[in-house]
């Protein structure tokens, strides 16, 4: 190779060596290989050669052509392997980081307390129902042995919905009395005896009204029913089912329970269950006051009659509490108004991780 030559090959050698991006390397290609290239020139010059020299200086030239093309085609691989590197380890990913918490959200105490409710009741057996908020008058109370008149009706503080309202078209009841806002979660008993042969285990869980609102008591809140069918069900399955409930619900394994009888219209007999605390310190499990917790008994034979249950041969308990009531007890909260104010420094302080999910195994 003359000299000429070789100064080209070693100083396209040097440049390429220093181009430490794709820029700078496609700056060198063109003043080398491009149409006014000096690799080009040089080419375009071969005419200008005395002919004895030509052959030679020919051959030298495409081989010195090869040696650039290869020299430049082999930095532009290498420039591009580093180049996918640098992004490779730019977007590493760790997935051993921890989440990031306070991005995530958090679960309302009343969402918890009802995803708890259904893990426990689900242990035991129980699918878990709904109904609509809005119900009829029988439903909310007919069925349910709660005739037009009785004294029971005024215990409920009902909402009445416009009897010529597009729910009381849906449900027919334009000529009977109004629709109403349900004021329990009872009436979902008698929709999943309607449908539903027994043996039934189940329980609702939703939202229920009435027109009341102090530091305990909202408009709008929920309870969680139970309703339970077979053969052979007697007080004794109730007792053991909600005592069990309620010690796993709230943490105590020797929670004392108490029941103690009551009146309620669909069930015969029925009871109250209370609670052993200490009223002063609040404290649940301890000292020697008793606490109400839900209502509950053996469904009345009427309802069960008005659901075509023969109750010569079906018998069961049914129970209803409030999920505002029992969330407030387990974590010491005095007033129920916060649940609804959707202020979101109240949910930091009383909200549950998303990503720790309820758990039996764990206690709920
Ligand atoms: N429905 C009753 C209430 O709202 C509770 C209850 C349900 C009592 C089932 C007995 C059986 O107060």
Redesign the pocket.
């Known amino acids: 190779m003359t000299d000429d030559l070789q100064a080209l090959k070693t100083e396209t050698d040097a440049a390429l060596a220093a181009a430490t991006d794709l820029r700078a390397w496609d700056a060198i290609r063109v003043a080398v290989l491009g149409r006014n290239g000096k690799l080009t020139a040089l080419l375009r010059d071969l005419g200008k050669t005395p002919p004895e020299e030509r052959r030679e200086r020919g051959a030298a030239l495409n081989r010195l052509k090869e040696a650039l093309t290869g020299a430049i085609d082999a930095r532009k691989a290498a420039l591009d392997d580093a180049a996918l590197e640098a992004r490779l380890a730019s977007e590493r990913i760790d997935p051993t980081l921890p989440p990031r918490p306070r991005e995530t959200g958090l679960v309302h105490p009343i969402a918890r307390t009802m995803e708890e409710i259904a893990a426990i009741f689900g242990a035991m057996g129980c699918t878990v129902s709904d109904g609509p908020d809005v119900e009829s008058d029988w439903l909310n109370f007919g069925a349910l042995n709660i005739p037009a008149h009785h004294p029971a009706r005024a215990d409920h503080d009902t909402f009445y919905l416009p009897a010529r309202s597009p729910a009381a078209e849906r449900e027919g009841q334009t000529k009977l009395a109004p629709p109403v806002l349900r004021?329990?979660?009872?009436p979902v008993q008698i929709r999943t005896m309607l449908t539903q042969p027994p043996p039934i285990r189940t329980i609702v869980i939703g939202r229920t009204y009435r027109a009341d609102h102090d530091a305990t008591h909202s408009p709008m809140f929920h309870?969680c029913?139970g309703l339970v069918i077979d053969r052979d069900i007697t007080l004794g399955h109730l007792k053991g089912c909600l005592t069990d409930f309620l010690r796993a619900f709230f943490g105590i394994a020797d929670l004392p329970v108490r029941f103690r009888s009551s009146y309620?219209p669909?069930?015969e007999p029925?009871m109250e269950v209370d609670i052993g605390w200490d009223r002063k310190s609040g404290e649940l499990g301890r000292g020697s006051d008793w606490l109400e917790i839900?209502?509950?008994?053996m469904v009345h034979p009427r309802v069960l009659a008005n659901c075509g249950i023969d109750p010569r041969e079906w018998q069961g308990f049914?129970?209803?509490m409030g999920v505002e009531r029992v969330t407030m007890l387990k974590h010491g909260m005095a007033d129920l108004r916060p649940f609804y104010e959707s202020d979101i420094r109240w949910l930091r302080h009383y909200g549950f991780n998303p990503l720790a999910p309820t758990m039996l195994h764990e206690g709920v």
């Open positions: 004021t329990h979660t009872s309870q029913e309620f669909f069930t029925s839900l209502g509950s008994g049914a129970f209803g």
